[in-house]
């Protein structure tokens, strides 16, 4: 009953004429990106972070996350009509989703893509609201000590899964760490790695770093990549998936949902794993498991359901915990900070409108997604059309403004083009930007929970190991680091056999 009082709050919140048009915009921008490929939700939300500056951090939130799973539903189209996918968890659409256009089928595959989106996002919204309050009092058991090592376990977690090698991406979660060690510590007020330079002494701002590691190193690769869009023309019809549809699809549905709901609130999960995972559990399990990748409608439904529930429930972590379990959570985690709210278990307490204003915006936010997905499917894949050579420009021009409208200054757009070329090279050569975010946004935190819990033991490490819930984060944290040096294990582990496909 205290959950729905908590909900009709949020509702009250999310029903406000502005926010409803921060929801409505979140997902159709999201929609958009999904649509379009070379652009996804991360290096949107980079470039619409400062836009957000300027409003409540309720309408932020509502906004930044309608982006986030608007691009989930984006994402099927163009992987069924042109074979290419808008964003990453749309890869596995491709697959199956192409296959049934050319057979004439589009329209079944976009309609039972729209609805086992919206199905699988609600269930995960509704994840979100019943699991969240109770994980808040679990959340007020943590001290210094066990933020410290659950922080430490979920830069693992993300190397672990990690789609490269794990050395790189522990590279980069310390490159991360150390980017973030910059400026003034903040108990000693000694600065760090600032070379004299009084534009460092407040350290590097988000902003320019993710504008240039998702912004302006997707533009790079893009004038050196021949994107041919070849939409397949057919006419889409048929948008409503027939009862036989429906039949093939519902344990898919089932299975996808489940799949990406757990995997989602895990560290490094996310909805790109999820959807692969999805679509494996559903070829081992379906009876025509055979036949995926003929245009199999099971082989739609499974990814699609799974990167939509697992994009809800990666926001239990971080508006529980505080902890972001992916770069786009961790973007959203900069970005409550910046507005001066700090996510965690006193988020739900200290500002009820923000969590549950945001968690009703999102049951609203899928009938607005599902609305525009359907009817408009022709409209977006007109949008397809917009040649790159008037994209990119504009992308190059919204960083340069982002970034220097922030705090005015010339060294924010230099620290945005050293590290866009930095995101380049890191795409080139295979180094993930994922730790090296999470590492950079959770660095500060990380730092201050370990001198706080240094100063509770009186300088003695020992209370990282005797306080239990440390311990087990810690020795889960150890064993993951382990496996990889297991022959037999280490080639099982999920980022190892996301290269092998590759």
């Known amino acids: 009953m205290d959950v729905l009082t908590q909900l009709a709050l949020g509702f009250q919140v999310a029903l406000q004429p502005i926010n409803l048009f921060y929801c409505f915009l979140g997902c159709l921008i999201g929609t958009m990106v999904g649509v379009l490929p070379g652009l996804g939700p991360t ?49 596995m659409t491709c697959l199956d989703g192409y296959r049934m256009a050319r057979a004439g089928r589009a329209g079944a595959a976009l309609g039972m893509a729209a609805f086992c989106s919206f199905i699988a996002g609600t269930v995960g919204i509704l994840g979100l609201t019943l699991l969240a309050p109770p994980l808040v009092g679990f959340a007020l058991r943590f001290g210094p000590p066990e933020y410290f090592s659950l922080m430490c376990l979920g830069l693992v977690v993300l190397t672990f899964l990690s789609s490269t090698s794990m050395i790189r991406s522990l590279m980069m979660a310390c490159f991360g760490l150390i980017v973030g060690a910059v400026g003034q510590d903040v108990v000693s007020g000694t600065t760090r790695f600032t070379f004299g330079t009084m534009e460092l002494m407040d350290g590097v701002g988000l902003v320019p770093v993710v504008m240039g590691l998702f912004g302006i190193s997707e533009v790079l690769l893009n004038l050196e990549t021949k994107i041919d869009l070849e939409i397949f023309k057919t006419k889409v019809k048929g948008l409503l998936p027939t009862l036989e549809d429906w039949i093939r699809c519902k344990w898919a549905l089932v299975r996808g949902t489940l799949v990406g709901f757990f995997l989602g609130i895990l560290p490094g999960g996310g909805a790109v794993l999820s959807s692969f995972v999805a679509y494996a559990v559903e070829k081992r399990f379906s009876p025509r498991g055979d036949e995926f990748g003929t245009g199999m409608i099971e082989g739609v439904a499974a990814p699609e359901a799974a990167n939509n529930s697992a994009a809800q429930s990666a926001f239990i972590p971080l508006l529980t915990l505080g902890l972001p379990s992916n770069v786009v959570m961790a973007m959203l985690l900069g970005a409550l900070i910046i507005h001066g709210v700090t996510p965690g278990p006193l988020l739900i307490t200290q500002h009820p409108e923000v969590f549950w204003g945001v968690v009703a915006s999102m049951y609203l936010g899928n009938v607005m997604l599902l609305v525009l997905n359907l009817p408009l499917v022709g409209m977006w894949v007109q949008f397809l059309k917009v040649p790159y050579a008037i994209m990119m420009p504009v992308i190059v021009l919204f960083c340069l403004i982002g970034s220097y409208t922030i705090s005015n200054s010339v060294m924010d757009i230099f620290f945005m083009l050293v590290f866009g070329v930095i995101g380049y090279l890191m795409k080139k050569f295979k180094y993930e930007a994922p730790p090296f975010i999470l590492a950079f946004v959770l660095g500060p935190l990380l730092e201050y929970s370990l001198k706080q819990s240094l100063l509770i033991s009186k300088g003695s490490f020992g209370i990282f190991v005797t306080r239990p819930i440390s311990a087990v984060c810690l020795g889960i944290g150890l064993i993951l680091l382990l496996i990889p040096l297991v022959p037999h294990f280490g080639r099982k582990r999920p980022g190892a056999t996301l290269e092998s496909e590759d």
Not at 57 to 70: K, T
């Open 43 to 91: 290096a949107a939300m980079s470039l619409l972070l400062p836009v957000t500056f300027q409003v409540q951090p309720v309408s932020a939130v509502i906004m930044l996350a309608g982006i986030y799973y608007g691009a989930m539903y984006g994402g099927s189209t163009t992987s069924i009509l042109v074979n290419i996918p808008g964003e990453a968890a749309s890869v």
